[in-house]
């Protein structure tokens, strides 16, 4: 079947602009989950969510970044005036119900570049 | 708080070498394990899990064992091939809903 899709794959933001980004969970997953990674590192928690709540912000960096998952499936990442220390691959998975012994299933990333 | 170190560096070594790649984790509780691995130009894809003290994960030819008394998970196959050149990533989950990764090892295989 189909895994976790992103869109775009890559996005190239001028310092100051609003960026978007998309996540397809696999079909019937309950939870959802950003992560972001830096160049050269492992990728760090954003956000959760379970079904349509978000259950778990505390990985956000600032109020700049905002995340939705309004009908329980598909997710958008909003950062808003992006800062060039925003620059990194943004990763989404999804899992079936969350639960801590469960595989995580990751998507290709977002590249972003903000310059 | 919980986290995962894995040993510092790329990795490279000749094809038919053994691989080991060192994994420890900190965590209260009793967290899950997991190595993924993320091939050059692709995204991350899990490798192998453990999810309780003793028990053994293996795939590809890989495996690592959950070890409670020295808080390790460490990677290891007995003869790399070059297809095996990736990036490869300790993790747990400590039941909080989100994966805790380690910073990756490089490993390069030699023809």
């Known amino acids: 079947g189909a895994g976790v899709s992103q869109s775009p794959r890559y996005k190239v933001a001028k310092r100051g602009q609003d960026v978007a980004l998309r996540c397809d969970p696999i079909?019937?997953?309950?939870?959802l989950f950003w992560y972001q990674q830096a160049l050269g590192q492992g990728p760090e928690f954003l956000t959760y969510?379970?079904?349509?709540?978000?259950?778990?912000k505390s990985g956000l960096p600032s109020d700049r970044f905002f995340a939705e998952r309004p009908e329980g499936s598909v997710s958008t990442l909003k950062i808003q005036r992006t800062q060039q220390e925003d620059s990194a691959v943004y990763l989404c998975a999804s899992s079936l119900q969350g639960a801590q012994k469960e595989t995580q299933y990751f998507g290709p990333g977002t590249r972003l570049l903000v310059l | 708080g919980d986290s995962v170190t894995q040993m510092e560096g790329p990795v490279t070594l000749s094809e038919e070498a053994f691989l080991t790649i060192n994994c420890t984790y900190t965590?209260?509780?009793?967290?899950?394990l997991f190595w993924y691995v993320q091939y050059p130009g692709e995204g991350l894809q899990l490798l192998l899990k453990?999810?309780?003290?003793?028990d053994k994960g293996s795939n590809k030819g890989f495996e690592a064992t959950y070890r409670k008394e020295t808080t390790s998970f460490h990677l290891e196959k007995g003869s790399v091939q070059v297809s095996d050149s990736a990036v490869y990533f300790c993790?747990?989950?400590?039941?909080?809903?989100?994966?805790?990764f380690g910073k990756g090892n490089q490993v390069v295989v030699i023809p």
């Open positions: 453990a999810t309780k003290a003793d």
């Open positions: 965590a209260t509780g009793y967290p899950s």
């Open positions: 969510f379970q079904n349509e709540a978000q259950l778990d």
């Open positions: 993790a747990l989950n400590y039941g909080n809903n989100r994966l805790a």
């Open positions: 079909s019937g997953h309950v939870s």
